[in-house]
């Protein structure tokens, strides 16, 4: 079973692929898009699901997304045409660090993609190349919450603490208008509906060649979580304007 089908699985009963709360994710949408007729950029966007619930509630926004996915892009534009927003929606199948656009956006969104830029910073400057003048970013990213295991930091990498990461955005130009701190109940939550959506697959499919590998995963996904992670790993939305060109 290839990642792309296991994320789809997983996610199946949570699209935002961030631990967030659908009201959660609804206030980062409205700090970012205050007018509600922007232009809006998600690099990496996967599914594009914050792409979506923008264009359902704004009626005179426009969107674009950018990811390696050829999967998650087809998706993306099935249900774009379910939900009656395709017209109003570009996809690009590249890689987002690469990609150019010839006019600029009000609103450039990544969230839980900065392994595809190396980082949170060259993540910040590529988001800034696309930005409109007066324009915001709305950037996810992890954090340790508390002094994390070794096997902690293996799985995730060298991550700050909450105010380290966000000393890091304004040392490097930047000032938060808006951010939110995942609650326990989030992150939870999220865990919960990704390894049991998938454990609840295998069980289900019992015939299907790749329920052993599902469950497997699911197990061992779930164990590392509640063993390696739990009581370490946070993570941080921020609503971003330039302080300074």
């Known amino acids: 079973m290839s990642r792309e089908r296991i994320s789809a699985i997983a996610h199946a009963d949570h699209p935002i692929k961030s631990p967030l709360a659908d009201d959660s994710v ?68 590249q890689e987002a660090a690469g990609f150019v656009s010839p006019q600029p956006f009000d609103l450039v969104i990544s969230v839980g993609a900065a392994h595809a830029f190396g980082g949170l910073l060259p993540t910040l400057a590529a988001a800034r190349k696309h930005l409109a003048p007066g324009g915001r970013v709305l950037i996810g990213e992890s954090f340790w919450d508390r002094t994390p295991s070794a096997e902690a930091v293996e799985m995730f990498g060298d991550l700050a603490d909450l105010a380290t990461t966000v ?36 069980l289900e499919h019992p015939d299907d060649p790749a329920a052993a590998q599902a469950l497997e995963t699911a197990t061992a996904a779930r164990t590392e979580w509640l063993h390696g992670y739990r009581d370490s790993f946070g993570f941080l939305c921020l609503v971003l304007r330039r302080t300074s060109t």
């Open 26 to 93: 609804a206030r980062l949408l409205e700090r970012g898009l205050p007018r509600g007729d922007e232009r809006v950029l998600d690099l990496g966007c996967g599914t594009a699901e914050w792409l979506l619930r923008a264009l359902e509630t704004r009626l005179q926004l426009h969107a674009e997304g950018v990811d390696v996915s050829g999967v998650a892009l087809a998706q993306a534009r099935r249900s774009a045409s379910e939900r009656g927003v395709d017209e109003r929606l570009v996809l690009h199948q």
């Open 167 to 202: 000393d890091l955005v304004v040392a490097d130009g930047w000032t938060p208008v808006h951010g939110h701190v995942s609650t326990r109940s989030e992150l939870d939550a999220y865990e919960w509906a990704c390894w049991g959506s998938l454990a609840a697959w295998a």
